[in-house]
């Protein structure tokens, strides 16, 4: 399981996305055979052929971006066309490490959309290469590749100048990745940005239009100032409201077109899109989700603008305090199942609970927050989505209650909360084997029940969200103890 989500849900479709990436995945092994038969060991790539001592070592290199729905079509394409002239390339050994590398993890962003990379022989095939490869790709979906130039506009082919080889050398205190000078000497490979031409190399590439690109509403009402996370889906960022006087603070969340697709289709606009849908439903049945201040299409790419809550959020109210009065985290339990309660009863499934997602204002009221994933509660055939750590043992089952998997999650928060910061560290076989009496002392019997029941493997079992909160709101602290608590972590 990779990182952070997997995707969300769509209504069912004709073929289940396990059969889908099956059947892909099969294709892509055929395909892998035929034009990328050397299987370095230890690697993720594999390889049209054994290097050669004329390659060189250094140049041009060409990247061409595509889904995992549409690699093989652009391995197809292309590859008939790069073994004609013998020019080496790569590409993924399977498309789920394709999906790992579009997500942004565990490789990390620089390497989104990078399926195939190209290594010519000199700058003149590399823009003769560039040509062809575009035109053959030309109308395929496929990510934008960060920090490098694209062809032309919405072309599948990028290009950047650096090394072909794992060169790295020590620059002051640092050790980057090189390159080498016509004299010999190494200089850092500049990665990060895209318009990088070596001096002794020129770019050579048509020049892109120097036509005044449109206006960014993103850059001219909204000044992000800060990344909360930058993925291939997308990115969240803390914002001033340039519109409002005196400014208002606001959280930008950016869904990207063709950005992490998954085997259902979904991209990261169609993530936001199906956020913002759910906000809205939630916020009409009363919950105290963000409010959504805006939502505006912008290249391509969706942007949802909500209101900023505070900079707390429960993790960080538990990691500050390390271990809270057991009064204060049953209440503080109390109030998470209350919220996971409100939830359910608007007829919604969250898919993804835990105390990173649950914002604290500063008035000390809670708020759930991120719904990417969420789905109606009698939602079924969805692809899987959660976060490592908190997911329910069915939540590869197409068929699961999206429910009764929210309330595995809930009980891994609640034990959370009452452990207190420490438990963040324990797998979730360790928090269902080490029953959180345990774990702490003074904790309530009933309590106790509860949290192992949530926990239970059968997911008919376990006690709803609304008996939760019932459970645990006769032993939590007074109200304004409570507040005091959730305001200053004390």
């Avoid at 002239?85 to 394709?98: Q, T």
């Avoid at 063709?258 to 009409?284: I, P, V």
């Avoid at 928060?413 to 963040?424: D, E, K, N, V």
Wanted: aromatic residues 8%; glycine residues 8%.
């Amino acid at each position: 399981m990779s990182p952070g989500h997997t995707s969300a849900s769509r209504a069912p479709v004709a073929i289940s996305y396990h059969q889908r990436s099956d059947r892909l995945e099969r294709r892509w092994r055929k395909a892998c055979d035929a034009y990328l038969p050397v299987v370095p060991a230890d690697s993720i790539w594999r390889l049209s052929r054994e290097s050669h001592p004329a390659d060189p070592d250094q140049g041009w290199k060409l990247h061409i971006s595509a889904t995992i729905l549409t690699a093989n079509r652009v391995l197809s394409t292309a590859a008939p066309e790069l073994m004609g002239c013998g020019v080496l390339f790569k590409a993924p050994r399977s498309l789920a490490e394709l999906l790992k590398l579009n997500s942004g993890f565990p490789y990390g962003v620089s390497q989104v959309g990078k399926f195939m990379t190209v290594y010519p022989r000199g700058s003149d095939e590399a823009a003769d290469l560039a040509s062809r490869l575009d035109a053959l790709t030309r109308g395929i979906p496929g990510p934008c590749i960060p920090f490098e130039r694209p062809y032309r506009q919405g072309s599948r082919v990028f290009y950047r100048y650096g090394s072909f080889q794992a060169l790295q050398a020590k620059f002051g205190s640092e050790v980057l990745p090189a390159l080498r000078g016509p004299d010999g000497d190494l200089v850092p490979d500049v990665r990060t940005d895209p318009f990088f031409d070596p001096s002794w190399c020129p770019n050579p590439f048509p020049p892109r239009s120097t036509s005044e690109r449109p206006k960014s509403h993103f850059g001219s009402r909204y000044l992000a100032y800060e990344p909360i996370m930058q993925r291939g889906k997308g990115g969240v960022y803390k914002a001033l409201d340039m519109a409002e006087t005196p400014l208002r603070r606001c959280i930008v969340k950016e869904g990207r077109c063709q950005g992490e697709t998954w085997w259902d289709g979904r991209d990261g606009k169609a993530l936001m899109l199906a956020e913002s849908h759910a906000l809205e439903e939630l916020a009409d049945a009363g919950v105290n989700v963000p409010k959504i201040i805006e939502m505006f299409e912008e290249q391509r790419n969706l942007y949802l603008v909500l209101e900023h809550l505070g900079e707390r959020t429960v993790e960080d109210l538990l990691r500050d305090a390390v271990t809270l009065p057991v009064e204060a985290a049953i209440g503080l339990a109390a109030t998470v199942a209350e919220c996971v309660a409100e939830v359910h009863e608007a007829g919604w499934a969250w898919r993804d609970i835990k105390p990173r997602n649950v914002m604290i204002d500063d008035s000390g009221v809670l708020h759930p927050i991120d719904f990417e994933g969420a789905c109606r509660s009698d939602a079924r055939n969805l692809p899987p989505w959660g976060s490592e750590g908190y997911v329910a043992p069915e939540w590869l089952d197409p068929m699961a209650d999206h429910v009764e998997a929210d309330l595995f999650a809930l009980g891994v928060t609640c034990y959370q909360i009452l452990a207190g910061a420490r438990s963040f560290g324990l797998t979730v076989g360790h928090v269902r084997e080490v029953p959180i009496g345990r774990r702490r002392h003074g904790i309530p019997e009933d309590v106790r029940r509860l949290v192992s029941s949530l926990l239970g493997s059968d997911p008919d079992l376990r006690p709803s969200a609304r008996t939760a909160a019932e459970v645990l709101s006769p032993f939590k602290a007074p109200a304004d103890r409570l507040t005091a608590t959730l305001s200053t972590g004390e």
